[in-house]
């Protein structure tokens, strides 16, 4: 089992920048893919960034890129989500997640564990 804890989520103007964070716990942390999803009120859930296990391979939602960064610290058991030039339409619920197959996942099912969430919110 691995317990996945996301912090770092608030209130922010257009245009400003937030770092989520989301702490593992339970298992090796360096086995897993880690992804940031997003759900929106009303919306399904998305894929907003993955990083490999190695943290060699990246993958972005197109509407982040340039904006959003995903890295990963495998010493401190934490992957992290770098948000810059916010948007109100970024406004989510935004869940930390963990995969444990053998190709980095894009899709939502393909991940095994997955954080409580964290609001964001920004302003126009």
């Known amino acids: 089992q691995v317990q996945l804890v996301e912090s770092g989520g608030g209130l922010v103007q257009g245009g400003g920048s937030l770092r989520l964070s989301c702490t593992a716990s339970?298992?090796?942390?360096?086995?897993?893919?880690m992804a940031w999803f997003r759900q929106a009120p009303g919306k399904g859930r998305d894929l907003v960034a993955a990083?490999?296990?190695?943290?060699?391979?990246?993958h972005y939602k197109d509407s982040v890129k340039g904006r959003f960064t995903v890295s990963r610290d495998d010493a401190k058991n934490t992957v992290y989500l770098q948000m810059n030039s916010l948007k109100p339409e970024d406004t989510a619920i935004y869940y930390c997640?963990?995969?444990?197959?053998?190709?980095?996942?894009?899709?939502?099912?393909?991940?095994?564990?997955w954080g409580q969430g964290t609001q964001v919110t920004v302003s126009s």
């Open positions: 997640a963990a995969a444990g197959g053998r190709l980095m996942a894009l899709d939502g099912t393909q991940y095994d564990y």
């Open positions: 339970g298992h090796t942390f360096s086995l897993y893919h």
């Open positions: 990083i490999s296990r190695s943290g060699t391979v990246r």
